[in-house]
């Protein structure tokens, strides 16, 4: 078992749902993400992740409201443990350290590739299963962080 740092990025769109992408290699809905590559900044790595599994960028531009830059993501947390560990087809298990950033800002039309199967937008209270210990906990993080 080796352990890998992952990047991962919950995009939230105006009406309050989250992305989630469905893994080819196991058939759970997860958030968009994985491995930082040897030098690569965690956050470009989420951001490459992001376009990757569903051709979406972040939109950068400042918000006129609060004068705040739009595209600087919120750190939602850093994930270890147990329920982390992720046994791929080929029998190799990876204990992830996932960094997760959020993001509410994101343009173009989600289209699955990569090795996610699908995407699309779902509601907090509608989210696609199965899903794995660690997605949920991601969620129970948000939930918190939103106050729902």
Not at 37 to 51: F, N, S
Not at 60 to 77: C, F, R
Request: glycine share 10%.
């Amino acid at each position: 078992m080796v352990q890998l740092v992952g990047a991962g990025v919950v995009c939230l769109n105006p009406a309050g749902e989250v992305l989630m992408v469905r893994r080819a290699d196991n058939g759970q809905w997860d958030l968009p993400g994985g491995r930082v590559e040897p030098g690569e900044e965690v956050r470009a790595a989420a951001l490459r992740e992001l376009l990757e599994e569903t051709g979406l960028r972040v939109a950068y531009g400042m918000n006129v409201a609060t004068g705040m830059n739009i595209s600087e993501p919120e750190l939602l947390g850093v994930f270890s443990g147990p329920d982390t560990l992720h046994t791929y087809p080929d029998g190799n298990t990876v204990a992830w350290v996932t960094v997760l950033y959020l993001y509410r800002n994101v343009r173009g039309v989600v289209q699955a590739a990569d090795d996610a199967c699908e995407a699309g937008w779902f509601g907090l209270r509608t989210l696609p299963s199965p899903r794995s210990a660690v997605t949920d906990r991601y969620f129970h993080t948000l939930a918190a962080r939103l106050s729902v």
